[in-house]
Structures are given as C-alpha cells and as structure tokens.
C-alpha cells in the first residue's frame, strides 16, 4: 500500500477548508457593510439589536474583523502547492499572517468584554482566543528558528479562527428556528460559539493526528 495516498488529504478536506474560508470572510465582509453603509437604527428585529450592538463600538470591531478578513483571504495561498514552491513568497505570505492573526487575537480580547451571549459566550472566547494565541505564538517561534513544524501549530491556530465560520450555520439554526425556540441571540450566541469553535478545532486535531508528516491541504 502506497503511504503517501494514505495521507493525502482527501479532495472533501479541501471543499471544507475553501467553505469555511468563503463563511468567514463573507461574514466579515458583511459585518463590515453593516458598520461602514447600513443606519442599525432603521432596521427591525433581531439582526437590528446584533448591529447596534456592533455599532456601538464600531472602531474596535473594525480593527478585529478587517484583519480576519484579509487573513481568510491569504489563507488559500499559504496552502497552495505553487506558492510553496516560490520559498520568498510563502515567507512573505506567513509573515503576514503572523501579524494579521496576532491583531484578531489580541482585539478579541477587548471585544469579549461586551459579549452578545453574555457569560457562555464570554467563556467561548476566554478559552478559543487562548489557544489561538498560543498556537499562534508557538508557531511564531518555530518559524523564526526556521523549524518546519512551525506549520503544525500554524494550522492548529488556523482551526481555532475558523471555528468563526462554523458558528454562522449554527447561529443560522438558531435564527431559523427562533419564532418556535424563542431565544434570543443573547441566549443563544454562547451556545454557537461552543459548539462551532469546538467542532472546528477537533477537525483540525483529527487532521493533525491523521496526516502528521503531510500538513498541506493541496
């Protein structure tokens, strides 16, 4: 049996990978639609109190969100077999990288103390936001030591900020299902962020422990 197909990431990783990816970002592009174009006030319902909520402190969700943006944007390069294969480029990217997902860690943390879904969510972000951060700074080491295992805490790190895109189904259960649950996103918002950051960072483990000398997605 040939090992290098057994750990070959198989063609549905990918489809997840690039899917979380166009989650991400079209939840940031429109989070940032909603800041920068759309009067909050002159909405209804409970989309209307999310986007009040943001508004209200506009600058700092701003400097959280754009930064994630570009972040999911790169991320498909940083995977990419070709751009690996122009070593410079793949440097230049990662750099960025590290100093987009430094940003998004450090301004989760200010964000946290006006949680949506209060204590629950709060809770979901203390915990998620820390293993991002150290992954992300143990990836950080790595690379500056120019040790090719950089790239396994990089992605570890990479699992835990796509849990974001996770949580927009889940939340859209919530939503979906509101007039017969009747919660309300500060009752249900924890609750989607344990369940869609959970989901995604033990994807992400699986992945690890299933290709261990082959974390590249293409």
Request: overall charge positive.
């Amino acid at each position: 049996m040939n090992t290098a197909d057994e750990t070959r990431p198989s063609g549905w990783t990918r489809t997840v990978f690039y899917l979380l990816c166009v989650i991400a970002a079209a939840a940031a592009l429109r989070r940032i639609v909603a800041l920068l174009l759309i009067n909050a006030s002159s909405r209804a319902g409970q989309y209307a109190d999310l986007d009040r909520t943001f508004a209200d402190h506009r600058a700092l969700t701003l400097a959280h969100i754009v930064p994630a943006l570009i972040f999911v944007i790169l991320l498909p390069f940083w995977f990419s077999a070709r751009v690996r294969a122009k070593e410079e480029m793949h440097r230049r990217i990662t750099q960025v990288l590290f100093a987009l997902g430094f940003i998004v860690g450090l301004t989760a943390i200010p964000m946290s103390a006006h949680p949506v879904g209060g204590v629950t969510e709060l809770s979901a972000i203390i915990v998620f936001d820390g293993i991002f951060l150290f992954s992300f700074a143990r990836a950080f080491m790595l690379f500056v030591r120019r040790q090719p295992r950089y790239r396994e805490w990089m992605m570890r790190a990479i699992a835990v900020l796509l849990g974001i895109a996770t949580t927009r189904p889940v939340m859209g259960v919530f939503f979906a299902t509101a007039r017969l649950t009747h919660l309300e996103p500060r009752q249900f918002f924890g609750v989607a962020f344990w369940i869609g950051f959970t989901v995604t960072y033990l994807a992400g483990e699986w992945y690890l422990r299933r290709h261990p000398t082959n974390t590249v997605l293409q």
